[in-house]
């Protein structure tokens, strides 16, 4: 996805960090402002854009939280193209992949415009202001928060008496299983990679364990929680069980998460979202580590249109 270096762009990009063991270590977000109503980024609508690609599990989240609180018009979106190049993350020049914010080509353009200048990884999504032609933040579990507090007072997705439950969950569910697949597929070493697969399915087991009894993670109610779970497991079956060998089971064989997942999906606006097509091809581009034929497999076929016996309200 290549990297910035005081605001110029390097096509070479390092490579995924790792241990001395072999383990997969994420590179952190650096650029973290915060909307508040009384601070430099008040949440004003309109005044925000989202820069996201549908392949990305962090943008997706993002994407998730405006549409199910109809935050579409409040928030405008530019989506980059599904397949990264050697300029990273890029847009075409018109239709549903062009920029119509920045007119830029490709993302890192976006933070080449950032003051100071930024120097780190290129990556999506990116929450932007209009108004001081910036960058406020490029992590998604902050933009998730924002976009569900700052622009609902009412905390739909984030109650205060439920808020240290999401927290937790969004920790244990982030280190184990939203991360724990991608430490699975880019460990170096056997015993980096037994240890990330038993992390991620015995999470998995009590998720199941937890979801037979409970509507959703917390309070049997939808929360942001549930919402930075999903996409994972709307990659899992079709990309992460095949591309990232996490193939101890599918989601498909676990009743309880299956069922969850489906549920989300029928929420308005959550299926808009949704690209196993482009999931597919994004996770079997050719790699050294993962593919290197970049052969593309013809299945699974997922049928996400089977009804839950659930039923997960969307918030009002």
Not at 89 to 112: C, I, K, M, P, R
Request: hydrophobic residues 40%; negative net charge.
């Amino acid at each position: 996805m290549g990297v910035m270096i005081e605001g110029r762009y390097e096509a070479e990009d390092p490579g995924p960090g790792t241990t001395r063991n072999g383990a997969y270590e994420r590179a952190k977000s650096t650029l973290r402002d915060w909307i508040t109503a009384d601070g430099p980024f008040p949440p004003d609508a309109g005044r925000y854009h989202l820069f996201v690609a549908w392949n990305c599990p962090w943008a997706h989240r993002t994407l998730l939280v405006r549409a199910v609180l109809g935050l579409q018009d409040a928030i405008s979106i530019s989506i980059a193209k599904p397949r990264r190049t050697d300029q990273g993350w890029v847009f075409d020049s018109e239709g549903e992949y062009a920029d119509t914010e920045l007119n830029a080509q490709a993302v890192h353009q976006v933070y080449a415009r950032q003051r100071p200048t930024y120097t780190g990884r290129i990556t999506v999504p990116v929450l932007w202001d209009k108004d001081t032609q910036q960058i406020v933040s490029n992590e998604s579990a902050d933009i998730v928060r924002m976009l569900a507090t700052a622009f609902d007072p009412d905390r739909h997705l984030c109650p205060s008496q439920h808020e240290a439950d999401i927290d937790r969950w969004n920790t244990l569910i982030h280190a184990k299983i939203n991360n724990g697949v991608y430490r699975a597929g880019f460990a170096r070493t056997q015993e980096a990679y037994d240890a990330a697969v038993t992390d991620l399915f015995n999470t998995l087991d009590d998720l199941e364990q937890h979801l037979s009894g409970h509507a959703t993670l917390v309070g049997n109610q939808l929360t942001e929680a549930d919402l930075r779970f999903f996409p994972t497991l709307a990659r899992f079956d079709v990309a992460y069980h095949y591309a990232f060998k996490c193939n101890l089971a599918k989601l498909s064989n676990y009743p309880a998460l299956w069922d969850y997942a489906r549920a989300l999906y029928a929420l308005p606006g959550v299926e808009e979202t949704v690209k196993p097509d482009i999931y597919k091809a994004g996770y079997f581009s050719p790699s050294q580590l993962r593919n290197p034929l970049g052969i593309i497999p013809a299945g699974p076929r997922v049928d996400w249109s089977l009804p839950a016996k659930r039923t997960i309200n969307k918030p009002v």
